[in-house]
Every structure is written in structure tokens, then in C-alpha cells.
């Protein structure tokens, strides 16, 4: 059931969605999917597990983790990997466009809170000495 979860259904199911969508936009929604993939961890393992234990099986295998991915952390860079690689594809079948994309605005604004978010990241893994 594990393998299952973890390869077919959870994030294998909703990674067209992430990114064609700027779900990222919508923190809540993303909190209720992962919290509905802690619920089904749990059920698959038959046992609760506090808030470290879900931080760690969050993780990746090689960092001692179980490899199951929350979407809080993916959904930004699904969708910017996704509005960037088909930007100038987009731009080839629409040379007349004058203004931009409406959803190249959104990757615009995602792009800004990556850069934040991974600032944010550096600075604290340097104060905490890692």
C-alpha cells in the first residue's frame, strides 16, 4: 500500500495539475492535500505519528526519509519548471502577442517567491551552523 501511495497515486496523479495550475496561490488547499496524505500514511502504517515523525517521512530516502513528497513543497517548482519550459514554444506559435501571457505573469510572481523562499532557506541553515 506504501508503494502504491508513494508511486501511483498521491503525487504521480497530481503533477499535471501542479503544473499547469498556480495552485501555489492557494497555501490552504495545499495544506488540506497534504494533510489527507498524512492521513493516508498513517492508515497505510496503522499507527499515528507527531509532527517530527512526519517531517522526517517527508524527506528524501538518501536523507533517511520514506521519500513521500508534500505538495506545499513542490507545487511552486512544478509550475515554473513547467511556464518556463514552454515559454518560448509559446512564444513561436504566438509571435503577435504585444503583452505578455496572463500565466507568465503568475511564473513571474512565483519566480520572486522562490528566490525568497530559497533566501529565507540559506539563511537559516547559516545561522544554524549546518
Known amino acids: 500500500a506504501y508503494f502504491l501511495l508513494r508511486n501511483c497515486l498521491y503525487i ?5 495539475f501542479l503544473r499547469t495550475c498556480a495552485v501555489w496561490n492557494f497555501p ?3 495544506i488540506s492535500f497534504d494533510d489527507l496524505l498524512r492521513s493516508s500514511f498513517t492508515n497505510v502504517l496503522n499507527m499515528n505519528i507527531n509532527d517530527d515523525e512526519w517531517r522526517q517521512a517527508t ?3 538518501i536523507d533517511g526519509g520514506t521519500g513521500l513528497r508534500k505538495i506545499c513543497d513542490i ?6 519548471s513547467s511556464t518556463y519550459g514552454a ?3 509559446a512564444s513561436q506559435i504566438l509571435p503577435h502577442m504585444d503583452s505578455p ?3 507568465y505573469l503568475q511564473a513571474d510572481a512565483g519566480m520572486e517567491l522562490f528566490k525568497l523562499l530559497r533566501l529565507l532557506q540559506f ?3 547559516k545561522n544554524a551552523g549546518i
Do not use: E, G
Open 28 to 30: 490552504q488547499m495545499l
Open 101 to 103: 501571457f496572463p500565466i
Open 12 to 16: 504521480p496523479k497530481l503533477t499535471y
Open 75 to 80: 507545487a511552486l517548482p512544478c509550475f515554473l
Open 59 to 61: 524527506l528524501r530516502v
Open 123 to 125: 539563511l537559516i541553515v
Open 87 to 89: 515559454q518560448t514554444l
